[in-house]
């Protein structure tokens, strides 16, 4: 299946919908019902919550295919009506069907996931999924020092 999901986002690459894999999120339906329950298993909460309530948030889909949304649909059409037909797999080998997409929400500044919740929660460093939220705040406490996101650098002038 990673073969197809790298496969979709090729074509999303090139056409510059997405940069690096986290900046996609996939819908994957899988016509095998052994595939699926597996797949099912696998899916982790829809937003990065901590602590997670589908998985241990380490083995899931999204983390072991580094995307930020993984979606398992139940039909075929379920991937068309998501994704740009440019960007889906339906001939691949896993036997799946494969779309990928521009991942929505906001990108967590430490783990660079995309998650719809970012900002909405009232967590201390807004810019962060909860999840980070929670590895910050038990590194601040472990350490004693407050984290602090880096300040980008500026651009240089160009040279006249």
């Known amino acids: ?33 052994e595939l699926q329950a597996i797949l099912l298993e696998l899916d982790g909460d829809e937003s990065i919550i901590h602590p997670p309530v589908k998985t241990n948030g380490v083995d899931e889909l999204r983390t ?39 991942s929505g929400g906001v990108k967590c500044q430490r783990c660079w996931f995309y998650d719809d919740q970012i900002g909405k929660m009232g967590l201390p460093h807004s810019e962060l999924c909860s999840r980070c939220n929670d590895a910050v705040d038990k590194w601040e406490q472990e350490t004693g020092e407050t984290f602090t996101l880096p300040v980008p650098e500026a651009e240089p002038e160009p040279v006249s």
């Open 1 to 33: 299946m990673r073969d197809d999901i790298n496969k979709a986002l090729e074509g999303a690459r090139t056409d510059k919908v997405v940069g690096a894999s986290l900046d996609a999120e996939a819908y994957i339906y899988s016509p095998s019902n």
């Open 64 to 102: 072991i295919l580094m995307l930020s949304k993984v979606v398992i649909v139940e039909t075929a059409e379920s991937v068309s009506e998501e994704c740009d037909t440019k960007y889906i797999v339906n001939d691949g080998s896993s036997g799946c069907t494969v779309g990928v997409k521009k």
